[in-house]
Antibody
């Protein structure tokens, strides 16, 4: 069973770039079985899909975030990463990474809280 | 973008009761691309159903799903104490994008 773990700073200043990494265990990120995605959840609110990446490097982003999001993959480290630029307080949320078998998110990381504050 | 609307926002029920949760889409969703998740406080969501009605690995058969087009439902036939949580629907649609409903919270009466 695939296991995922998010890591990165828990506090980011406004206007800076949020950077998170997801480490995958229990399977190769480049196997092609899964896509790899990011989802976020502000406190007490619903889930917002951010984007996904295929091991080949092809990406699809949420149109509402597309101008600020970059997702990349490092197959040598079995990791994929999220960068969100020009953050504001509205980007404060728990960020989850997940495996995506095409159209559902099968396995999730535990989530990491990122707070945007000066 | 397809918007998913879940109702009701909160339900107060007792263990042993049957419950049906609703997920309505702003445009037609292919049955294959509608999923349901359960989320407990402080935890990541867990996949319950995919393809509108297929249970994910390890999901008890008291969970069932149905629907087509724009109207989908999740039914729990007999609530267990561990079923009190928030439930989200999710769709995968045109342009290979995803969206989630805002969630329905099941709380113990």
């Amino acid at each position: 069973q695939v296991q995922l773990q998010e890591s990165g700073p828990g506090l980011v200043k406004p206007s800076q770039t949020l950077s998170l990494t997801c480490t995958v265990a229990g399977g190769s990120i480049s196997s092609g079985v899964y896509y790899w995605g990011w989802i976020r959840q502000p406190a007490g609110k619903g889930l917002e899909w951010i984007g996904r990446i295929h091991p080949s490097g092809s990406t699809i982003y949420n149109p509402s975030l597309k101008s600020r999001v970059t997702i990349s993959v490092d197959t040598s480290k079995n990791q994929f990463s999220l960068k969100l630029s020009s953050v504001t307080a509205a980007d404060t949320a728990v960020y989850f990474c997940a495996s995506c078998s095409g159209w559902v998110f099968d396995y999730w990381g535990q989530g990491t809280l990122v707070t945007v504050s000066s | 973008e397809i918007v998913l609307t879940q109702s009701p926002g909160t339900l107060s029920l007792s263990p042993g009761e049957k419950v049906t949760l609703s997920c309505r889409a702003s445009q037609s969703v292919s049955n294959s691309y509608l999923a349901w998740y359960q989320q407990k406080p402080g935890q990541a969501p867990r996949l319950l159903l995919y393809g509108a009605s297929s249970r994910a690995t390890g999901i008890p058969d008291r969970f069932s799903g149905s629907g087509s087009g724009t109207d989908f439902t999740l039914t729990i036939s007999r609530l267990e104490p561990e079923d009190f949580a928030v439930y989200f629907c999710q769709q995968y649609g045109s342009s290979s994008t995803y969206s989630f409903g805002q969630g329905t919270k099941l709380e113990i009466k």
